[in-house]
C-alpha cells in the first residue's frame, strides 16, 4: 500500500496515481502533512497552517 514519504501517513492508490511521478509508488506528502506541500515539481515548507 502505497504511504506518505514524509509522514508516513496511508494514502489510496488513486491519489499516489495521480499526484507520484511515473514509476514512484509512495508520494512526497500527501493531506495530512501539515508542514509541507506541493509546489509544481517540487516540495517545500507550508507557509501557513492548514484547515483542519
Known amino acids: 500500500m502505497p ?3 514524509n509522514c508516513g501517513s496511508f494514502v489510496t492508490a488513486a491519489y499516489a496515481r495521480v ?3 511515473n514509476g514512484i509508488e509512495d508520494p512526497r506528502v500527501c493531506p495530512q502533512c501539515e508542514d509541507k506541500i506541493r ?3 517540487d516540495v517545500r515548507e507550508a507557509r501557513s ?3 483542519t
Open 3 to 5: 504511504e506518505c514519504q
Open 19 to 21: 499526484f507520484t511521478p
Open 39 to 41: 509546489d509544481g515539481a
Open 49 to 51: 497552517t492548514r484547515r
